[in-house]
């Protein structure tokens, strides 16, 4: 696509990548993504922000044919996916000035070997005068790198906050009319890059908070043109607030750790427990993420292999102790053969969850009426744990 008006002279460019599926080799993409730059032009300077993913750098190239000069070339975050392409810009333009923040100068010079000498760095709060525009450049850190910042355009109200608030969602549309599709790709997005940084993402919501906005312009996904929906669910998604759902990620290899999952979801349905259930053999584990966003508590169910967890089921708990999300209780249970270490093995992996374990329920081949008993107790015990959330 070519470049787009948003309103006022203020340009959308960038890419749109419909095919991608995965990002970082870990993350599944469902709806692909964009990487969004966008053009300010003020009376007398004009200034880029962000630039799009390698990948794409040569339409992105064509995309800027038609703009003869860039005073300010503004880095919000480092990461490739919207630095990439600086080298091609910056020799594309070689009176152009690099601005980012102090932390991401190093980090810009290690990753991409700009010349240091063409980056000017820029304090919290400092502000850029366009002629008749100013860029108020407002540190955002942590989200999900230490040197992320965004940045107000004072004038026109517009926010820019780079991966921040953003999407992972390929499309036409340029803004998200509170699209629902739209809130799950963000939701999606924060359960698997965000969240670790709950109380990083609390501080600079008080921060984006006190801002002047009427636009959200993330560089992935669309404009967030009711910046209401996107600012209240990150506030209710990094909140201590947790919702009465158990997540239950589990792997069954001959049908037992399968019926004691099943049997355990019925029984805390039936306490009024909303549940998702994840056959990890064959879950988006975005989907996983997503759901341990405000979940109030984990069960893992694992068959024991090699006296262990199941390994895929390890790979999930290393995930789940990656991302940290903010469950207050959490439980194992599954079936094993002869002898098992699985729970000690699977409560190793997490020591990032503050959580109280609840217990654990294990039985040797098919679950028995014990089995079920302690199943059964187990949803008990968390339905009354639920009560006071
Ligand atoms: Fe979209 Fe952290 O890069």
Redesign the pocket.
């Known amino acids: 696509m070519n470049a787009r008006e948003i309103r006022n002279g203020l340009k959308m460019l960038g890419v749109q990548d419909w095919s991608r599926r995965l990002f970082d080799s870990l993350i599944p993409l469902p709806d692909g993504t964009s990487?969004n730059s966008y053009l300010i032009p003020g009376n007398k300077k004009i200034a880029l922000i962000d630039t799009v993913d390698p990948e794409f750098s040569e339409v992105f190239m064509k995309q800027l044919e038609g703009i003869p000069k860039i005073d300010y070339m503004i880095s919000l975050?480092a990461?490739q996916?919207?630095s990439g392409s600086l080298p091609l810009v910056m020799n594309k333009y070689p009176e152009a000035v690099l601005i980012c923040s102090a932390k991401a100068k190093p980090l810009l010079v290690d990753h991409l070997d700009l010349d240091p000498a063409r980056i000017q760095t820029v304090e919290d709060g400092e502000e850029l005068d366009l002629g008749g525009r100013t860029l108020r450049f407002v540190y955002t850190p942590w989200v999900?790198?230490p040197e992320t910042m965004s940045a107000l355009l004072v004038e026109d109200k517009v926010l820019y906050t780079?991966?921040f608030l953003?999407s992972h969602v390929a499309g036409t549309k340029m803004f998200a009319e509170d699209r629902p599709a739209v809130v799950e790709a963000a939701k999606r997005y924060y359960g698997e890059?965000m969240m670790p940084f709950r109380s990083a993402i609390k501080s600079n919501m008080k921060k984006v908070r006190e801002l002047d906005f009427e636009l959200v312009c993330p560089?992935?996904g669309p404009i967030w043109d009711n910046p209401e929906t996107i600012l209240s669910a990150y506030e209710d998604w990094a909140s201590d607030t947790v919702h009465n759902k158990v997540v239950i990620p589990y792997i069954s290899m001959h049908g037992s750790t399968q019926k004691m999952a099943d049997y355990l979801t019925g029984e805390l349905a039936a306490r009024g427990v909303e549940v998702e259930l994840f056959d990890l053999a064959v879950t988006d584990i975005g989907k996983l993420a997503m759901a341990l966003v405000d979940a109030a508590t984990i069960v893992i169910g694992t068959p024991t292999v090699h006296v262990g967890p199941h390994p895929i089921v390890a790979n999930a708990a290393i995930l789940a102790n990656a991302i940290k999300p903010k469950a207050r209780f959490a439980a194992v249970f599954g079936s094993y053969g002869w002898a098992t270490k699985a729970v000690e093995t699977v409560a190793s992996m997490i020591p990032n969850l503050k959580v109280e374990i609840l217990g654990a329920v294990l039985c040797k081949g098919e679950p028995d009426e014990a089995a079920y008993k302690e199943l059964k107790d187990l949803a008990e015990k968390i339905a009354e744990k639920h009560k006071d959330l």
């Open positions: 990487y975050h990461e996916d919207h999900h790198w780079c991966d953003g890059i560089s992935h």
